[in-house]
């Protein structure tokens, strides 16, 4: 007997989904796989590259870059792990490990879930929902509605579940910032919809044209997009820049004249370095309060995670949204979209109940509390002032101040000999350069190709995450030779 | 100034995705709403029902049901939250609450995830896939690689994967059991692929018929369906059948004849009560290397969770899936995909370890890990049986032997005067049945046409969770007094 031939496949790249294929996501792109293979063979061979270690500033990750975790946080978190610890016989062992406000906290969690190991409501535990609510009305000084907010595993799955509810057909438009965080276009593109792209202006801090917006709008529908959204980054990703008060005013203006539906990325809410935060529900409340009817009904989905900020706690997939004037049969069906994947993570919820409801002053917690929060703010503030300083030092770079968020995505001028260099390299001029700078200096970026950017211009994005400044010079000598070898 | 009229919103019930309206989830759905509503208005009067607690029996959920988690798992979760607790000056305490391998188990997963709060490689941290591979080879005697499993949020999120990889347009087909997890037709319906649904034959034992199998394949792709892959849930949800090696061996022969992927869902690989688990992985190996070639590249995904088994940790949101097979260009847009959403929790991928690799006789959690395993596999076990004997005594019902998962799902005949009734109500006979023992019993259940099921037939779904068997009595008593309601 002869072995019969190999069988075929039923999947190969010809025949999957090709809104998968479509889809790009550039953060976990081709230069984050290549500092992972630089970074094992680092670990074989220390002497592989002219550095010891690779710096992964591709990506949002604070506690990857040493940043530690709030206290507080992890003490609660590891007593609803092990609900033994709050038992009794075990209190006077307990209470030299534990204050009493992190026993305190981690019962009423446990009372709230029950564990966290069962599924909770699929839209969250109604209880912390709750202290979610109170955070968002002593922010904007409006009631806000537990039965409104939905906790969900980051805030990516949040955007993904809104993107999905109002992509009804391939003719559904979606307006997102460019340059954006590539959460948008790559959902945008699983759901073969339309990404309807406005683009930011660099030289005024990456600020919002609503004129454009009009204008723009107008051009989509006449193309036969149905616009359905504007989406907003704020502060923004990758940019950098913090919305004044006045923008989110035109743009909600916008969405209530065009009947949009407003998303706000609010994830980095907390990361504000220049001026304040203004979140859109503020804003919106206010307009209603002010203009009556206009507003009325505006829908908008805010998001928030406890990835960023002075949490930093990526791994542990906590976030939220909240929405505002959406009709409640829409509500409805974004209910059973979420609850067909049962729950987000409990661990996460009870974590977002911390974020929105952190140790108070007086508590036993609150000192240790303000003072690790206050470092890491002023560490990272710091540093993006470090990195800026020296991006506008750097021959052809310019860098907008570092108004908010965990990047700082500069302008470089990539001279001719070096966008023809790439070229033979079959890459964009940006990708080239950071893929040099990550092979010379062990600094993982992302192109701004990653993100979008106006033609002919050329960024890449990088987080000041990591620690110390040591990193920040390794890229001013890079820059400096690369300009050597390659300047017109 | 008068005030504007109230402006119109973007999005309403007719004009949004209607993908996301047209899939069901029913285990969430309207039994669950009541039941949830029940249980607030029992907290306000403890008198407005006959029972005093709502039980949830509609969700495998054993947690929520007063389930005990592992001991050792959850200590060594809430260390790798609290990594203070491994601190050299803590170790004198520590040591009073915590077993040394726990201690040591906590410093490995630190050290392969860094810290739970960073996000991870997005296939999940390698150093845990490892754990799984090593759990697979065991299990079947063939080994496994590390690159080739997937950790995920629980096995939704990774059965969500393979669809939205596979499901190449409108008539992509995926062939699943009915009656089925709706898991499947949910996500199906989201990426408007076709469900090919092929009856399990509940007279032996909810058995899959082979031969019905390749006449529904002729059928559908005659009817201009590409049909390209083929679910078994094994051990059956809602069935709670568990296939027999020979049957396993038939589907996988009928999979490589008709160039099908496999999505073999195998959460319940420890919850066997009758028989002894096999898995596709294992039978797949041995026809390889049996018949040379026929079996080559099949392609098969198996998936597995935290939340089922005696691990029952349903709200850490912890799976896996193994992939065998695949193109390895399928695998990288697989793996694009996943990172778009980052990486699944990673306590929740700690917990995937430590269920892959539990403590071994000798260590010191050994014994109490074993007892807490052994009880809770016997308490579903006796409670299963209890269940069963109690269903196949009740008038017009039959149930097939309790051979594994969480579920019974029996069959009720339902007399003509209780479909009138229903009828009037505006719902399916189950449905009926389902809502009037949850008003009379508190006990919440799932009606078969929430899974499907053969025309005229009539089912629900039940899980044996609920601690003691107060409640299957007042099952019993509720069905007598439907009966002498409706009998005909």
New interface residues.
Partial sequence: MS???????????G????R??D?K?A??GELAVKA?SIRRELEKDPSSYPFDHVIFAN?G????LDQK?I?FF??V???V?????LDDS?AE??K??YPEDALERAKWLLKA??????????QGAPALRGSVAKYIEKRDGYPADPESIFLT??A??GV?TLL?????DPKTGVMIPIPQYP?YT??LA??NARPVEYYLEEPSHWSTNTTALYDLHAKAESEGTDV??ICVINPGNPTGASLPYKSIEDIITFA?EK???IMADEVYQTNVFIGEFVSFKKVLRDLQAN?????????LASFHST?KGMV??????GGYFELV???P??VQ?IY??V??????????QCLVEMMTNPPKEGEPSYDLYKKEYDDIYNGLKTRAYALHEAFKNMEGVESQDPQGAMYIFPTITIPRKAVEAAKKDGKQPDEFYSMELLKATGVCVVPGSGFGQKEGTWHFRTTFLAPGTDWVGRIVDFHKQFMDKYRD
Same sequence: chains 1, 2.
């Fill in positions: 072995a019969a031939p190999a069988r075929q496949r039923s999947l190969h790249h025949n999957i989904n090709p998968v294929k889809a996501y953060v976990r992972e990506i990750n604070p506690q990857q975790p206290t992890r003490q978190l590891s007593l792990q092990n609900p033994d610890l075990n062992v307990v030299k490990l879930v029950k564990s966290v190991g069962a599924y909770s409501h699929s595993a980051g990516s799955a993904s999905n509810v109002m992509a009804r959460l790559a959902t699983l759901l359905r959204c209530a009947k949009l539906v203009v009556p009817g206009k507003y009325d009904n505006v829908e990835s930093g706690e990526c791994g542990q997939r004037g959406f009709d049969e829409v069906e059973k979209f609850s067909i994947s049962l729950c987000p993570p409990v661990g996460g």
